[in-house]
């Protein structure tokens, strides 16, 4: 079965960075885009970025572009997330996923498109 699990999660100082991993297994890692969604405390899951299937594409959300960047390793079955210039807003729990379908052609920001989740890694900024 597909098992995604994120690690690189911790506290850091506004300002600060830290590096995310997501290491996927179950299917053929390099057919599928991969996005990378978060929620903090009493509010909704909302997207943070995604990328296409050989890395060449991406899409940020607008809180996010500019101080975050997404690449993949499909040779490791691997996505990153480097998350620079951290504000205490960026508090939250960071999850990785999986679109559904093999091959799509679009990035997208719903995580209804997303047909598997790792279990999420912490991530608080304290100012």
């Known amino acids: 079965q597909v098992q995604l699990v994120e690690s690189g999660g911790g506290l850091v100082q506004a300002g600060g960075s830290l590096r995310l991993s997501c290491a996927a297994s179950g299917r053929t890692f390099s057919s599928y885009a991969m996005g990378w969604f978060r929620q903090a405390p009493g509010k909704e899951r909302e997207f943070v970025v995604a990328i296409s299937r050989s890395g060449g594409t991406t899409y940020y959300a607008d809180s996010v572009k500019g101080r975050f960047t997404i690449s993949r390793d499909n040779a490791k079955n691997t996505v990153y997330l480097q998350m620079n210039s951290l504000k205490p807003e960026d508090t939250a729990v960071y999850y990785c996923?999986?679109?559904?379908?093999?091959?799509?052609?679009?990035?997208?920001?719903?995580?209804?498109?997303?047909?598997?989740w790792g279990q999420g890694t912490q991530v608080t900024v304290s100012s």
């Open positions: 996923a999986q679109d559904r379908f093999a091959y799509a052609e679009r990035l997208s920001p719903t995580s209804s498109t997303y047909g598997y």
